[in-house]
C-alpha cells in the first residue's frame, strides 16, 4: 500500500507488538530493540522545537541512545517549499520532518514520505482526534503519514467586555431590532463588526496579507456555503453563488479591518488583538492561548465559540478549518524506525497533551480527546474555549487537499490578496484563480487528481453543526 510501489528503507523486521502498557513505554521498548545511538536530523520551525517537543526528545534520548541531534529552523511558510526541494533532490538529509498535513498528498507522490501504519501496528499507537477529520488529513490512499502536534483549528472569539454591556446591547437592538447574539451567520459576523468597530477599536481582525494563510479564511466561508472547489472531473469551481458569496464576505471585512492587515501576519495581529485593538477574531486557537496568557491585556475578557456559518443551502451549516502541522519521516531516511519511535513517543495521547499544555509555546493547539479534560490545557485556553475548539474540531474541514497543494493555494493566495487592495474585483479574483488552477490541473494531470478527489472529500466533517 501508500503512494509508491516498491520496499520502504527501513531496518524494521515485522512483528508482534511490543511490550508495554502504553504508547509510551512502547516507543521506548521498540527504539531499545534497534540497540543504535544515534541523533537524528528534523526540519521544524524552532518555535514549534522549543518547548516540551524538545524537553521530549532530550528524555527519550536519555532512555533509548536516539535523540535529535541537527535541528533546521525555518519559518512555518519556508518549509513546505523547501520540503519539496529535499523531495525533488531525494535528499536524506532529514529523518523528520515538521509540517502542514496538507503537504502529504503531494510529498507522498514525490516519494518522500514514509508511511507509518505498519510502525503504528507495533507500537500499539492511539491515534485519533475529536472529529476524525483530523487523522482523515494526515492519511493518504489508506496510509498514514503524519502524526498530529498543532491542531491549528480556526475558533470565533468576541470582547466580552462590549458584548456582555447592557448599555451596548441596548444601542444594538435599539440600531438593528433585534437582541445583540452571538454571530451565526457570515452576515451576522460583519453586522456586528460594523457595529463594534470604533475609533480605537477595529471590528475584527483576519489574515489578508500575502503568503499568510488567507486562503483558509475564504474557504471557511466558502464551505459552508455547500462549495467544494473543483468538479469531479478537476474542473475548478469556484466562480458561482456558493464563491461570490463567500468572496464577498471575505472582503466585506475591509471596512472594519487595521489599516495595515493587507501587510500584516500573525507576530502583528496577535499582539494587537491580545492588546485590545479589536473586537473580534475568527483565528488559529494558538491565538487565543496567546490572549490568555498572564500579562495580556485582554486576558479573561473574550467568549469563545463556533465559527459561523451559512444558510445558503436552505439550513444552517458551519465549516470552521483545521491546517494541521504533523511531524512525517523521510522515506529514504536510514534510521525510519528509529525516527517513528521518537514520533511516536512526542504524539501518544499522554505526550502530545503535555506538549499541547505547554504554557512557554502557544503554537501547539488541541485537537484530541485527551486534551479536551486536561487541567493544564484547560487553564491555558479556559474551559470555554476549550469547548468551542472541540465544537470547531466537529465541524473542521482541510485546505486544498490534493497533490500540487503549493501551487493551488498560492494562486488563489494572490488573487486574493490582490482583490482585498483592490487592484481587481472579487469576480475577478475568482475567474483568474480558475483559469490558472486548470494550467495546475494539466501540468499535474487530471487523472491523478480526480482519483484523490475521494480523500480530499474524506476530511470534510459529514454534519452541518456540533453535535455538543
Not at 497543494?405 to 484563480?433: P, Q, R, Y
Request: charged share 25%.
Amino acid at each position: 500500500a501508500g503512494a509508491l510501489a516498491g520496499p520502504y528503507l527501513t531496518d524494521v523486521a515485522w512483528g508482534a507488538q511490543f511490550a508495554g502498557g502504553t504508547p509510551e513505554e512502547r516507543a521506548i521498548n521498540g527504539a531499545k530493540a534497534l540497540k543504535k545511538d544515534l541523533n537524528l536530523n528534523i526540519l521544524i520551525w524552532g518555535q514549534f522545537y522549543n518547548g516540551k517537543m524538545r524537553d521530549l526528545a532530550a528524555e527519550f534520548k536519555e532512555k533509548t541512545g536516539i535523540g535529535i541531534g541537527g535541528v533546521q529552523d525555518l519559518a512555518a511558510p519556508a518549509i513546505p517549499p523547501k520540503a519539496m526541494a529535499e523531495a525533488l533532490a531525494k535528499s536524506t538529509a532529514f529523518d523528520i520532518i515538521h509540517i502542514d498535513a496538507h503537504m502529504i498528498p503531494t510529498l507522498a507522490n514525490a516519494g518522500y514520505l514514509h508511511p507509518l501504519d505498519k510502525f503504528m501496528e507495533r507500537g500499539g499507537m492511539i491515534y485519533r482526534s475529536v472529529g476524525p477529520q483530523m487523522v482523515e488529513q494526515n492519511r493518504y490512499h489508506g496510509e498514514t503519514y503524519g502524526f498530529v502536534t498543532d491542531g491549528n483549528v480556526h475558533v470565533t472569539g468576541v470582547r466580552k467586555d462590549y458584548f456582555e454591556n447592557p448599555e451596548e446591547r441596548k444601542r444594538f437592538e435599539d440600531k438593528h431590532g433585534r437582541p445583540l447574539r452571538w454571530p451565526e451567520t457570515w452576515d451576522d459576523y460583519l453586522q456586528l463588526a460594523s457595529f463594534f468597530n470604533r475609533p480605537d477599536l477595529q471590528g475584527v481582525a483576519e489574515l489578508r496579507s500575502r503568503k499568510w494563510s488567507g486562503p483558509i479564511w475564504y474557504l471557511m466561508r466558502f464551505y459552508a456555503n455547500g462549495g467544494f472547489p473543483f468538479a469531479d472531473d478537476m474542473t475548478p469551481t469556484l466562480y458561482n453563488d456558493a464563491g461570490r458569496k463567500a468572496m464577498e464576505w471575505y472582503l466585506g471585512t475591509k471596512p472594519y479591518s487595521v489599516k495595515d492587515t493587507a501587510i500584516w501576519g500573525s507576530p502583528q495581529t496577535i499582539p494587537f488583538v491580545a492588546g485590545g485593538g479589536a473586537f473580534m477574531w475568527t483565528y488559529w486557537t494558538g491565538g487565543f492561548g496567546a490572549s490568555e496568557r498572564a500579562g495580556s491585556k485582554t486576558q479573561g475578557k473574550w467568549i469563545y465559540g463556533v465559527a459561523p456559518g451559512s444558510r445558503m443551502q436552505g439550513r444552517l451549516v458551519k465549516r470552521s478549518v483545521s491546517s494541521p502541522f504533523s511531524v512525517m519521516i523521510n522515506r529514504r531516511s536510514q534510521n525510519a524506525e528509529a525516527a517513528y519511535w521518537l514520533c511516536q513517543y512526542w504524539a501518544s495521547p499522554k505526550h502530545s497533551t503535555e506538549i499541547v499544555a505547554d504554557t512557554k509555546i502557544t503554537f501547539h493547539d488541541p485537537w484530541a480527546p485527551e486534551h479536551m479534560k486536561d487541567p493544564r490545557v484547560l487553564a491555558k485556553y479556559t474551559p470555554q474555549g476549550l469547548e468551542a475548539t472541540a465544537k470547531c474540531l466537529e465541524v473542521s474541514s482541510p485546505p486544498i487537499l490534493l497533490p500540487g497543494h503549493l501551487e493551488f493555494t498560492d494562486i488563489l493566495d494572490k488573487n486574493l490578496a490582490d482583490a482585498f487592495v483592490g487592484t481587481i474585483s472579487g469576480d475577478e479574483a475568482l475567474k483568474t484563480t480558475e483559469a490558472e488552477w486548470r494550467d495546475v490541473v494539466k501540468r499535474i494531470g487530471a487523472r491523478l487528481l480526480v482519483k484523490d478527489l475521494a480523500g480530499y472529500k474524506a476530511a470534510f466533517p459529514k454534519i452541518d453543526l456540533p453535535k455538543s
